[in-house]
């Protein structure tokens, strides 16, 4: 956690001041930060909560790759823009689709 200041200016209401404060604040990550330390949770506890964000950012990123959300797979170049641009796996015309899986309804769903 940082040590915040914001100095309100002769000439400058304060409300400009307190938005420029909570810019700061978020941009920090500051209340972000005291949510998740407002409880304490035991490391194999966190390293669960870690393993399942990492698979549901993993399954989005599949999601996005089929519909066409993401063109190439993000790796930029030459023709990164291009239909059927990334090779196999891309999505799009050029590959053969995304992550895998069979895709059918409520695929890649964990409890809710």
Known sequence: MGNF????????PFEKA?????SK???AGLLRDLK???FYTKPSVQKKINRQKSIRRQ???A????TGFVK?????????????????????PGGRGGAGGTGGP???????
């Open 106 to 112: 409520g695929a890649g769903r964990g409890p809710r």
């Open 18 to 22: 307190l938005r420029r404060f909570t």
């Open 36 to 38: 998740k330390r407002r």
């Open 72 to 92: 190439g797979g993000g790796r930029g170049g030459a023709d990164a823009g291009a239909p059927g641009a990334g090779g196999p796996g891309a999505g799009g």
């Open 5 to 12: 200041s914001v100095e309100v200016r002769s000439d400058e």
């Open 25 to 27: 604040t978020r941009k």
């Open 63 to 66: 999601r996005m790759l089929e």
């Open 59 to 61: 399954q989005k990123a």
